[in-house]
């Protein structure tokens, strides 16, 4: 049994406006259809500046980080949970069976919860680079799924901030979100305008730019930690081609990372989390933003 059309008045005494859903035609949840379509998704998500948060989880971390939502779509098992977080919005809350949701955003929804969020603004780069010390700067990396696993790295690992390239693919689109089990929401990160020329920015504030790439001239990633610089950008590529060589000569030095039975390398995620945690800094290990 679904509740009835209204309002749930919650803790606080705010209402929160329950809308039973039973025909995926309709109109209101046009945020959600199709979420299994890549290029639905890029059109919609930057175009409307909206992104999905999937899970309970991951919506509670996006409220946390103060991002807007516009709506909410739920199993009914859901709505005790959610409730006291959306009492200070005025929003609908979309209520639909299993079968219902399933229709709607074409996949089995196990975590039973959506959320359309509004994308905040971005951050100018000089604002990200001011007071950070470690960062991770992403040329092209395609693969969401590998996006969302390097945020989770950078999140648990200490690191202060994620420079995305205007061709990598979206931190907000919904696997990214969900891989990264929401750090994507509160990792402080943006977009470079332009790249690489945009490295110069990197220069400005004071960072060496280490490559992690295969490189005849490159050092070891233990000879690296060793000593490292105050401030570093580690710079990670795209899945099988790896930095471009436009990247490799605004570089300082590039970093290897060594291996054994002849693997010449990690994927890029894993990449990330080994480096991250050979360059941790002690006094980043409780990290200032949550």
């Given amino acids: 049994m679904f509740p009835t059309a209204g309002s749930h008045t919650g803790e606080g005494g705010s209402d929160v406006h329950i809308v039973p859903i039973a025909d995926r035609a309709d109109p209101a949840l046009a945020d959600y259809l199709g979420l299994t379509d890549v290029v639905l998704r890029r059109l919609l998500e930057p175009a409307g500046g909206l992104y999905i948060a999937e899970s309970t989880k991951v919506i509670a971390r996006a409220l946390a980080a103060g991002h ?22 005025d929003i609908p809350v979309y209520v639909a069976s299993p079968a219902m949701l399933e229709q709607v955003t074409g996949f089995v929804m196990h975590r039973g919860a959506l959320a359309s969020m509004h994308r905040p603004t971005l951050p100018d780069p000089a604002e990200l680079l001011r007071d950070a010390r470690r960062v991770v700067v992403l040329e092209d990396i395609v693969d969401h799924t590998n996006v969302g696993a390097i945020f989770r790295a950078v999140a648990g690992l200490g690191a202060d901030a994620v420079l995305v390239t205007p061709r990598c693919a979206d931190p907000f689109y919904r696997r990214s979100v969900r891989v990264s089990m929401g750090t994507v929401l509160q990792v402080p990160w943006t977009r470079i305008a332009h790249w690489p020329d945009g490295a110069s920015q990197l220069h400005d504030a004071g960072f060496t730019i280490a490559a992690l790439a295969l490189d005849d001239g490159a050092i070891t990633l233990d000879a690296f930690a060793a000593a490292p610089p105050e401030r570093v950008a580690l710079l990670l590529g795209t899945e099988g081609d790896g930095l471009s060589r436009g990247a490799l000569d605004g570089s300082d030095l590039v970093v290897t990372i060594p291996m054994a039975r002849g693997v010449d390398s990690l994927n890029v995620a894993a990449a990330s989390a080994v480096a991250l945690w050979a360059l941790r800094v002690e006094s980043l290990r409780s990290a200032t933003w949550h």
Avoid: M
Wanted: hydrophobic share 40%; charged share 30%; proline share 9%.
């Fill in 68 to 89: 807007r939502p516009r709506s909410v779509l739920l199993q009914q098992k859901w709505l005790e949970e959610l409730t006291p977080l959306l009492e200070d919005f």
